[in-house]
């Protein structure tokens, strides 16, 4: 069975700090794919990355970094010098091949405060 | 490029009742999914659909169901309404290929059941 954990409910720190999201998954897949959605107060879940199984290569996008690590599961998100317009909920998802369907964690709201 | 579009927006239902809600994906794509997010349970995968044909299902009592028109665009019908119905329900719209492209979502239309 597929599972994606976020196991920080909600983080808050102060605007220009570096701040991480976690996200460990579960899968007996070998083809699997991982997203990280950002979800601001409007509710439109809005797309930051995908990532295959097959691709290890951390990635980075201007103040945004992606660690992804499949001996340790995990698919963490990293902001850079965080902006109060950085505030939403932020969620890990999992789809397996074969299957378009999305398994989202439970989301990490993070809050930057000026 | 237009987004996705659900409508309507916001809507006020009484138990017992049923609704409809519509979704019109972005442009070519032809792969329309369905998640509902409530607090309690997150967000949940409740179909796919995909040139006209339900692709996936979530685990939702047979209440919910939806159906998608030969222009991609997808309805999804809740029947005998109950509170717990309440949420956001969100479409998301992607390619629908096996590379598991990034979807897509709408605003969402957040039912309310009194």
């Known amino acids: 069975a597929q599972k994606v954990t976020q196991a920080q409910t909600e983080i808050s720190v102060v605007e220009k700090e570096d701040v991480t999201l976690d996200c460990v998954y579960e899968?007996?897949?070998?083809?699997?794919?991982l997203f990280w959605y950002k979800q601001p107060p409007s509710g439109e879940l809005v797309f930051l990355i995908r990532?295959?199984?097959?691709?290890?290569q951390n990635e980075i996008s201007g103040r945004y970094s992606w660690n992804f690590q499949k001996s340790t599961s995990s698919f963490n998100f990293t902001i850079t010098a965080s902006q109060v317009v950085d505030s939403a909920v932020y969620f890990c998802?999992?789809?397996?091949?074969?299957?378009?369907?999305?398994?989202f964690g439970q989301g990490t709201r993070l809050t930057i405060n000026p | 490029k237009a987004g996705v579009t659900q409508t309507p927006r916001y809507l006020i239902k009484t138990r017992g009742q049923q609704v409809t809600l519509s979704c019109s994906p972005i442009?070519?794509?032809?792969?329309v999914s369905w998640y509902q997010q409530t607090p309690g349970q997150g967000l949940q995968f409740l179909f796919e659909?995909?040139?006209?044909?339900?692709?996936n299902k979530g685990n939702f009592p047979g209440r919910f169901s939806g159906r998608q028109f030969s222009n991609s665009r997808s309805e999804m019908n809740v029947s005998t309404l109950e509170l717990g119905d309440s949420a956001l329900y969100l479409c998301?719209?992607?390619?629908?290929?096996?590379?598991?492209?990034?979807?897509?979502f709408g605003q969402g239309t957040r039912l309310t059941v009194v």
């Open positions: 998301a719209s992607s390619l629908g290929t096996v590379l598991h492209t990034e979807a897509f």
């Open positions: 899968t007996r897949d070998t083809t699997y794919y």
């Open positions: 990532r295959n199984s097959f691709d290890e």
């Open positions: 998802a999992l789809s397996e091949a074969g299957a378009q369907k999305l398994v």
């Open positions: 442009s070519g794509h032809r792969s």
């Open positions: 659909y995909f040139s006209e044909t339900q692709r």
